[in-house]
């Protein structure tokens, strides 16, 4: 199952969604800025899914240290599911990916190459 459609936030690009990779920066193809979803937003919905989870296999009657581990087998595939139909309301946050290096404030960033798109683009996620 895919990743949801997302847009660049600096330039609109849409983001190749097949090759986003978990733990990797997601490029743009545009103006190669560097991504990756927000941690709280993938917390969230890792919590909603484990929740889920839980819920699925409690309906099933299954007990004890049987719903735990049903709800560990499930986790991972009710998660993607989460993951897709969220995404297809709202896109999900993203928010620039940190630069291995760059110290413990993390606000460095990599300018991507001298690119006249990237004036134009007025939303910034830095935080
Ligand atoms: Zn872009």
């Known amino acids: ?20 990779r978990a733990g990797e920066p997601w490029i743009c193809p545009s103006c190669s800025r560097q991504y990756r979803f927000a941690q709280r937003y993938d917390l969230l919905l890792w919590i909603i899914a484990l929740v889920l989870s839980f819920a699925i296999c409690f309906l099933f009657g299954l007990r004890g240290w049987k719903l735990a581990g049903g709800a560990l087998v499930l986790l991972a595939p009710v998660d993607l599911t989460c993951i897709y139909l969220i995404g297809v309301l709202i896109q999900p946050p ?16 990599k300018k991507p190459k001298s690119d006249p798109k990237d004036r134009t683009g007025g939303l910034d996620l830095r935080l």
């Open 94 to 109: 993203l928010e620039p990916f940190p630069v291995e290096g760059a110290g413990a404030s993390g606000t460095r960033e």
């Open 1 to 20: 199952m895919r990743r949801p459609t997302v847009k660049c936030p600096a330039c609109g690009t849409l983001l190749p969604n097949n090759e986003y």
